[in-house]
């Protein structure tokens, strides 16, 4: 697939037509075993590329008070416009100006051409307050097929965030879905100061 067609109009097509491929239907277990052992519940945490969001909801029933979710398509957006405590950016994460301690990285960085890579780094990094933390899962495999989604391996994302985080974990997902078992990585990156 020409990637630059990887625009909005893309992905609400896909969420209209139901074929999302990732979308688990609840939180991802190695995020939610993640996110029971954070203490702070007032962490500004986002959520790019959330699609469904299941994780901020997740983390809204679990009592935190600060999440903010950000999509291209305004699709999965719609059934958290009106929610007390998460809030919705329909926009590109690119774009975005404001400051969390944490992103969660759920499918979002696997769906972005590889190209834009380094420029995701970039705007992690100046998203992130002093001593902010990216956390999440990313492929531990090439895939066949053309992406999105688009693989990686270990080697690659420690070259790639190494210069602008501390890799704190990077490690297989014990807890992964049976489907993605030995294919993800959880990983914690800590912002550099």
């Known amino acids: 697939m020409n990637t630059e067609n990887l625009n909005e109009s893309y992905w609400t097509r896909r969420y209209e037509e139901g074929s999302m491929g990732w979308d688990l239907g609840y939180a991802s ?13 007032d962490l ?21 008070t600060n999440i903010t979710i950000c999509d291209l398509s305004a699709h999965p957006l719609r059934k958290y416009k ?10 590109d994460f690119f774009e975005l ?19 834009f890579r380094p420029s995701y780094v970039d705007q992690c990094y100046d998203l992130l307050r002093s001593g902010g933390k ?5 492929f531990k495999s090439h895939f066949e097929k053309p992406g999105p989604p688009f693989g990686g391996s270990a080697d690659e994302y420690k070259i790639l965030f190494g210069t602008k985080f ?15 078992f030995g294919n993800e990585l959880f990983v914690i990156f800590e912002k550099r100061v």
């Open 134 to 138: 990216i956390a999440g899962l990313l």
């Open 82 to 91: 009106e929610h007390p405590v998460i809030k919705t950016i329909h926009g």
């Open 44 to 64: 500004a945490i986002l959520i790019p590329g959330a699609g469904n969001a299941y994780e901020a909801d997740y983390l809204f029933k679990a009592g935190f």
């Open 97 to 115: 100006q404001a400051h969390f301690d944490l992103i969660i990285e759920q499918t979002f960085f696997c769906a972005l051409d590889p190209k």
């Open 166 to 180: 501390h890799i704190k974990e990077l490690s297989d997902a014990y807890n992964s879905i049976t489907p993605r």
């Open 29 to 41: 277990p190695p995020l939610v075993a993640y996110f029971d052992q954070l203490i702070n519940k």
